[in-house]
């Protein structure tokens, strides 16, 4: 089985691209619906529309934290 460590890493790379990404695009929707430019739904929306890219975004990024974790243990039986 060749080694695939780069691909690893930049798949790593992507989802936290991925997670940056979803919260900014999740903050420019909220704050869209917040100044009133989307005249059909009140305010409020703003908010409820910004939780789910949030959960997103923090599911993204404990998915990298484990993906760290995993290459830092990788790395650790490597040198044993």
Do not use: H
Request: proline fraction near 4%.
């Amino acid at each position: 089985m060749p080694k695939a460590g780069w691909l690893f890493k930049v798949s790593l790379i992507i989802i936290i691209i991925s997670a940056w990404l979803s919260l900014a695009a999740g903050f420019f929707v909220s704050l869209t619906i917040l100044l009133g430019f989307m005249k059909d739904s009140p305010r409020w929306v703003g908010i409820v529309a910004f939780v789910p890219y949030l959960l997103l975004s923090a599911f993204l990024m404990l998915v990298s934290e484990m993906a760290k974790a995993l290459m830092k243990i990788k790395e650790a039986i490597k040198k044993e």
